[in-house]
């Protein structure tokens, strides 16, 4: 499965953003979908988590600002972006596992200026 983020960009804090995740195949029998961010200097970190037992899970630094939602029809992951802050700038990622296989998309960077 191959992934295509998007809907990155610049915005003022408190500001929103949708991003999202098209699969290029079904995303349906998936073990796991989830978002990542990586800030400049900083390590890799989960941003919110669908499991395949349909929890989703989110970083106490977004809790209550984002959600994390799935449409199994067009095989796309989204990240609603809410009450952004500048500490949410960074490259965002998603990542689909599918049994043994991890795939990753290619990152949207996403800006906050404050």
């Known amino acids: 499965v191959q992934l295509q983020a998007s809907g990155g960009g610049l915005v003022q804090a408190g500001g929103s953003l949708r991003l999202s995740c098209a699969a290029s195949?079904?995303?349906?029998?998936?073990?796991?979908l989830a978002w990542y961010r990586q800030a400049p200097g900083k390590q890799r970190e989960l941003v919110a988590v669908?499991?395949?037992?349909?929890?989703?899970n989110y970083a106490d630094s977004v809790k209550g600002r984002f959600t994390m939602s799935r449409d199994n029809a067009k095989n796309t992951v989204y990240l609603q972006m809410n009450s952004l802050k500048s500490e949410d700038t960074a490259i965002y990622y998603c990542r689909v596992v599918t049994g043994p296989v991890d795939n990753w998309g290619q990152g949207t960077q996403v800006t906050v200026s404050s």
């Open positions: 669908i499991t395949s037992g349909g929890n989703t």
């Open positions: 195949g079904s995303i349906v029998s998936v073990n796991l």
